[in-house]
């Protein structure tokens, strides 16, 4: 059977960006470069997601393209004989399975709020115990989180359904540009807020101060990590989309696309949070207190405040759902590919799997909350293994794969990178790739395990 392809180059750039951009651009990336020096952070970070992000996402593209094929049997149509890269394939599998077990949840806690928003459960006027109340109470029934886990995932699993252009890419392209609607809608609110100069001045102005307090090491270390964790590489994610790619256009013109728009979210996710925080004397917290306490607590607070949080809790939603449908295909794409079956028998098998293997991480708010293994809950602890050791590990994989005589090689490699139009590698850059870039990954892999 044929594969299936993208219907025109703006659906791949919208679904693989959406791919890229989720939770970690609107929770993490504000919060780190606020408490990094502001401006300096931001530049370092620029600097780190050209020297590593855009290079091994361009890897895992050609890996794709140049195969036609999903994790795994991509491995083995371009390793050389009798060799066992294509191992790794299965735990970029593991990598996905384990990243839906506990995004689902969280997705559906986005999903939650944007209804609560919208049909009056925040009103004008709640004082900050009533709001932290509304997400404990959330966390402590686990009925009404595996509902909301469970729509999000059954509408992932339907819009995969109808395959790449019906389904994906023509759901991609709407949900993006809404997005990219929204997020400038809401940025445009928060700067013209009263006190809103602060929060920027906070957010975007280098702080010699802090990077003095902080260490400038420390700091190059946040951009480092942020820079490479926030395309979701080394789990096959983006292999996937390679796969359906045409040879139109050159993977690393397409990578810089990708990255720029993943970037500008992240950015304008920086410029609603803090001008709205600091024009009503907000302390900006980190991870799910920022979304889910601070910033309704700045909604409630604000002249229109239920319509600026609905709309805040679409864009969210829209973000988390982009990143849920793109895995959800690969891990569609795979078992298709392995075990030659339908994309229909596929769906359904692999619905009720996420239905599943989603339920621990419920529970761990309520039912299994005095669960704790190397002190974490059962949500810290799938994304530490996501985040820490299958997504650098993964990424090191298919850097040496791509770079040298071992793998795939660097001329293979580069050829498939710089088939097309646009932008090209050079060949000088070989020495680069195959030992100054194993090194960075090696230390953003290490930095996850010694923090």
């Not at 389904?167 to 392209?173: L, R």
Request: hydrophobic share 50%; proline share 3%; aromatic share 14%.
């Amino acid at each position: 059977m044929e594969r299936e392809s993208f219907k025109s180059r703006l659906g791949f750039i919208l679904v693989s960006a959406g791919c890229a951009i989720g939770i970690g651009n609107v929770w993490r990336f504000p919060y780190v470069a606020g408490e990094n020096g502001g401006g300096l952070f931001v530049l370092l970070y620029l600097v780190f997601l050209v020297l590593m992000g855009i290079p091994v996402l361009t890897m895992e593209l050609a890996v794709g393209r140049a195969s036609r094929k999903s994790a795994v049997l991509g491995y083995k149509k371009l390793e050389k004989p009798k060799s066992k890269w294509h191992i790794h394939g299965w735990f970029c599998m593991l990598g996905c399975y384990l990243l839906m077990m506990y995004y689902t949840t969280v997705s559906g806690w986005m999903t939650s709020y944007f209804y609560k928003f919208a049909t009056g459960t925040f009103e004008s006027g709640m004082t900050s115990e009533q709001v932290s109340g509304v997400f404990s109470q959330l966390q402590s029934n686990p009925i009404e989180m595996v509902i909301w886990m469970a729509i999000i995932t059954i509408l992932g699993f339907l819009v995969c359904s109808r395959g790449i252009q019906k389904g994906i890419e023509k759901v991609s392209k709407v949900m993006m540009i809404a997005l990219l609607v929204l997020i400038l809608a809401l940025a445009v609110n928060s700067i013209l807020l009263s006190g809103a100069g602060e929060g920027l001045k906070f957010y975007l102005v280098p702080n010699f101060e802090k990077v003095s307090e902080i260490g400038i090491g420390n700091i190059v270390s946040a951009a480092m990590n942020q820079s490479f964790f926030t395309l979701s590489l080394g789990i096959a994610a983006m292999e996937i989309f390679g796969s359906y790619m045409s040879k139109d256009n050159t993977l690393p013109g397409e990578s810089v696309k990708i990255c720029a728009l993943d970037t500008f979210v992240a950015i304008m996710a920086g410029l609603i949070i803090f001008p709205a925080c600091f024009s009503y004397g907000v302390e900006p917290d980190q991870g799910p207190a920022l979304i889910f306490i601070t910033l309704p607590n700045v909604f409630v607070n604000m002249a229109g405040g239920r319509i600026w949080g609905t709309l805040f809790f679409l864009f969210m939603t829209f973000a988390c759902f982009s990143t849920i449908i793109a895995v959800f295909e690969n891990i569609i794409s795979f078992c298709i590919d392995m075990f030659k079956i339908s994309r229909t028998k596929s769906v359904i098998i692999n619905a009720v799997i996420i239905l599943i293997a989603s339920l621990p991480c419920v529970f761990g708010f309520n039912i299994w909350s005095g669960f704790e293994l190397f002190g974490q809950n059962v949500l810290g602890m799938e994304d530490f293994l996501v985040s820490n050791i299958l997504l650098p590990v993964g990424s090191l994989i298919y850097l040496l794969f791509c770079v040298t005589k071992f793998g795939w090689g660097f001329d293979n490699y580069l050829t498939e990178c710089n088939t097309g139009k646009g932008m090209k590698f050079a060949r000088f850059l070989k020495p680069y790739f195959q030992f100054v870039l194993p090194i960075l990954v090696l230390i953003v892999l290490v930095q996850g395990f010694i923090k």
